[in-house]
């Protein structure tokens, strides 16, 4: 069902920010332009703050999907290296 | 290499930064740089570079910790006093981040060792006090290849520039030869406000930190000058690099390196 193939997955549940966005950055610098990051995070903060980031950044945010248990998982494709 | 949970979260206001990210602090922590001179400006420059986890820093000084030195040298403590700069700067820089390896010469930079102190290092950083180590630093960096910073503090006044090879005027296009002894005094001789070191020595460190990472404009082609009574900086534009340069030059004059007679200063 999903029009996505996740490459790599990253939890950022346990930091706070600003940690959230630099977890979920060293994430994606291991994979190459093209692939995709499902980024999972606490509801709240890192919901706002870290797809804006990501955006910031040049990097595709494809889909923010609700785990409905207090956290998200972010899908992200990376388009910058 | 990647990085532990502790750097992550160390370098973490780098990370975030899109101009340096995960890509520019790996270059950091790859980058090697040497200080000439663990004083007024060496002192803030090392511990900036020791604390953006610079991965490996050399100190290059012979002198001892005088309890004159710590009114602007920062990186000494009162209980220093006495003991080898060198090992004082890095006790402190291995207190503040340990993923810094310090490299420690306990010399004063001559025509004899200079290019093999530089030779293993990417950026050259010129915290000297006199005019001798000044030329012989950019002499031998044009010779070498290799980029440095330079600048000079005194009284309430400090300067610096960026010689990169190929990519603007050294130091001697554009200050030609030392000036007569007497002409000019010491910073001993003539004082220096301490912080003056923090603010041109942090530029220095900004500059190295800058060309290990790749981004922005470096202060090559320019000379920063800051007078802290007026509180004001100017960039002045330099000219091209001078192909009649005694060293840098087309037909360079200058081919071996050449130690200046340094002026005697009388007490310390």
């Given at each position: 069902?999903?029009?996505?193939?996740?490459?790599?997955?990253?939890?950022?549940?346990?930091?706070?920010?600003?940690?959230?966005f630099v977890k979920a950055k060293v994430?994606?610098?291991?994979?190459e332009v093209g692939q995709i990051l499902a980024v999972t995070m606490n509801d709240g903060e890192p919901v706002q703050n870290v797809p804006r980031s990501f955006k910031e950044e040049g990097q595709q945010i494809l889909k923010l999907i609700d785990n409905e248990n207090g956290t998200y998982d972010l899908i992200v494709k990376k388009l910058e290296d | 290499m990647a990085f532990t949970n502790e750097q992550m979260e160390r370098y973490s206001r780098h990370i975030i930064l899109q101009e340096v990210g995960v890509k520019g602090q790996k270059k950091l922590l790859n980058g090697k740089v040497l200080i000439i001179g663990a004083g007024g400006l060496g002192a803030p420059a090392a511990m900036y570079l020791?604390?953006?986890?610079?991965?490996?820093?050399?100190?290059v000084d012979a002198d001892e910790v005088d309890l004159s030195n710590l009114q602007r040298q920062i990186i000494h403590g009162t209980a220093d006093v006495g003991k080898a700069k060198v090992k004082s700067a890095k006790e402190t820089m291995n207190a503040m981040n340990?993923?810094?390896?310090?490299?420690?010469?306990?010399?004063?930079?001559?025509?004899?060792?200079?290019?093999?102190?530089?030779?293993?290092?990417?950026?050259?950083?010129?915290?000297?006090?006199n005019f001798p180590a000044k030329f012989l630093i950019n002499d031998a960096c044009v010779m070498a290849?290799?980029?440095f910073s330079h600048a000079g503090i005194i009284r309430f006044k400090g300067q610096l520039m960026t010689y990169v090879p190929g990519e603007g005027p050294c130091y001697r296009c554009v200050f030609k030869n030392p000036p007569p002894k007497d002409a000019v005094p010491t910073c001993k001789q003539a004082g220096v406000i301490g912080a003056m070191g923090g603010v041109i020595g942090s530029l220095q460190a900004m500059e190295a930190i800058k060309y290990l990472i790749g981004v922005g404009d470096l202060l090559t082609g320019k000379l920063l000058t800051f007078d802290a009574l007026k509180m004001e900086f100017h960039t002045v534009k330099l000219p091209k690099a001078n192909g009649g340069c005694a060293v840098c030059g087309d037909h360079p004059t200058i081919t071996e390196l050449i130690d200046y007679e340094q002026i005697e200063c009388d007490g310390k």
């Open positions: 069902m999903a029009d996505f193939e996740i490459d790599e997955r990253v939890d950022i549940t346990d930091v706070v920010c600003p940690m959230t994430a994606m610098e291991e994979l | 020791a604390a953006a986890g610079v991965g490996t820093i050399g100190i340990p993923d810094v390896t310090v490299n420690t010469y306990r010399e004063f930079v001559t025509s004899e060792n200079i290019m093999d102190l530089i030779k293993d290092y990417d950026f050259i950083i010129d915290g000297t006090d290849k290799k980029p």
